[in-house]
């Protein structure tokens, strides 16, 4: 082709090698000799300084330059595989673009070298933008962020922006092991038959923005958090789960996690602790903020699972400002169910529940130690107990204190079993948090509890006193004296079997006195 310009020579019909001669032809019409890799690239910008093309397009690793087609029925699990180990070795950024990426067996991402810098993989977006197809039942752990070995944390980055798809018998999506400060952020998770996304053994990992969908069975939750240590679970919505499946999330062995906000609907139980774990370790500091749940089934959560000794199960549990919504065909009976758990505080959270419902806190078997309920914990829909210990009513149809009733600011409810003098009179001692303070009894059986210490409160302050199961006769044996119960002829205070009396200080006189 002489005596042709470079501008009319044909182009290229295919990709050309890095090291591939070519002519360039200058401005000032000069022609000179130039790789592929030497061309050159130059930010817009004050400041900016001359790159070749190819350092600039290394800046980030896309699926697609390892031969990942994205169509939805190539199978990328080889691409993909190459394209993750690229991308921890060199510490950079792995995108995928728009499509949908299939992968038909496991993919274990390497990780030996214990650094302090982690990768990222992103895509485009959570909704069918950027798609990862889990097909088959080969797929059982998914993508496998795991370390060398047990006890040995690896450092992890940022999966944002991609979406699981599980389908034909894909068991899960995403598994992290052994894993620091894993982060995921914006990611969809969808029709595993399993828990789509499972964290064992993690140290600081977060979860926000996430979406999960027709996941989980019988056995499974549809995530779950397991041996993990300071876990932030944020904003996520938990939707409709598969046929069957027993939860939205399960959090087992864990130890101080904090998971807020978003909403869990349609999924079995909405949250489980402590339900999977051993009989040697259970989980600590769980807070429960600000989750709203609905429709799901037979409660919004339910915390240890029976074995051991009073509180082994769950200990330091707060859930506060939840707030549970049934309706349709679902049957939600409990609000929440507790079993061996130490240290519970609830408040400020309405749960909704179904005709024939058992109660809005159930409390199962005599380990459940230090349960502290209020302010506003309430029921609604349907008229049920407030509390119920043990298989009996709490608050049950009493004219002055049923289930509506309890709309009242309570401050504290202490529930407590078969009482010594001193640990009830430091009950009532710490239940002056408010204007309205409830302490629950509960005895095996008929029970004398002798005190003789004072209260001191303000005027117009009250206490209710609810006996559970057996009959409770609180006695004075130092005689008169400004604190003490008195019934109204000044006798001793007996309740019965699932009585519910109200006393209030009268600053006047300094004694507490029985409301009529």
């Known amino acids: 082709m002489a005596n042709k310009r470079i501008s009319q020579l044909p182009p290229a019909s295919s990709p050309l090698a890095g090291d591939t001669l070519l002519p360039v032809e200058l401005t000032t019409g000069d022609t000179k000799r130039a790789t592929i890799d030497s061309l050159g690239f130059l930010q817009a910008g004050a400041g900016t300084a001359l790159r070749t093309t190819q350092n600039k397009l290394r800046d980030v690793l896309s699926v697609k330059d390892f031969g990942a087609v994205g169509n939805g029925t190539t199978d990328d699990t080889a691409a993909i595989q190459a394209a993750l180990t690229a991308a921890v070795a060199s510490f950079s950024e792995l995108y995928f673009p728009t499509g949908i990426y299939r992968v038909t067996s496991n993919i274990s991402v390497p990780r030996t070298n214990n650094v302090q810098r982690g990768f990222n993989i992103s895509g485009v977006g959570k ?277 509506s009733s309890l709309w009242m600011p309570v401050e504290l409810a202490y529930i407590y079993r078969n009482p010594t003098t001193s640990t009830l009179d430091n009950q009532i001692l710490a239940a002056q948090g408010g204007l309205y303070n409830v302490i629950a009894v509960e005895n095996s059986g008929a029970t004398t509890v002798n005190r003789t210490a004072a209260i001191p409160s303000a005027n117009g302050y009250r206490l209710t006193i609810i006996a559970l199961n057996g009959n409770t006769t609180i006695a004075h044996l130092g005689g008169g004296g400004t604190g003490q119960f008195r019934n109204r002829s000044g006798a001793n205070i007996t309740l019965t079997a699932n009585q519910c009396l109200e006393y209030r200080y009268n600053g006047n006189d300094g004694n507490w006195s029985q409301v009529a």
């Open 127 to 403: 909704y069918y933008d950027s798609v990862i197809l889990l097909d088959g039942a080969n797929v059982t752990t998914g993508l496998t962020f795991a370390s060398s070995g047990p006890g040995v944390y690896q450092y992890w980055g940022t999966i944002s922006n991609i979406h699981f798809l599980c389908a034909n018998g894909a068991a899960r999506a995403v598994t992290f092991s052994y894993a620091h400060a894993p982060r995921i952020i914006d990611c969809a998770f969808g029709g595993a038959a399993g828990t789509a996304l499972f964290l064992g053994n993690c140290n600081q990992p977060v979860v926000s923005g996430c979406f999960f969908l027709n996941n989980g069975t019988a056995a499974l939750a549809q995530a779950r958090v397991d041996l993990c240590t300071a876990v932030t679970w944020s904003d996520n919505y938990i939707a409709t789960g598969a046929s069957g499946a027993v939860a939205g999330l399960d959090i087992d062995r864990t130890n101080t996690g904090l998971f807020i906000g978003g909403a869990i609907e349609t999924t079995g139980i909405g949250i489980r602790i402590c339900v999977n774990a051993d009989s040697v370790t259970g989980c600590n500091d769980i807070s429960i903020c600000a989750i709203n749940m609905e429709n799901v089934s037979p409660c919004y959560i339910r915390a240890g699972n029976g074995w051991g000794g009073a509180g082994q199960g769950v200990r330091n549990l707060s859930i506060e400002n939840c707030r549970g919504y049934t309706s349709g065909s679902t049957t939600t009976t409990i609000g929440i169910d507790l079993t061996s758990c130490r240290e519970v505080n609830i408040l400020r959270s309405p749960f909704g529940l179904s005709a024939g419902a058992t109660a809005s806190i159930n409390l199962n078997g005599t380990n459940n130690v230090g349960v502290n309920i209020g302010p506003n914990l309430t029921s609604f829909g349907v008229s049920t107990p407030w509390v119920r210990a043990n298989g009996t009513h709490v608050v049950d149809a009493s004219p002055q204190y049923s289930w």
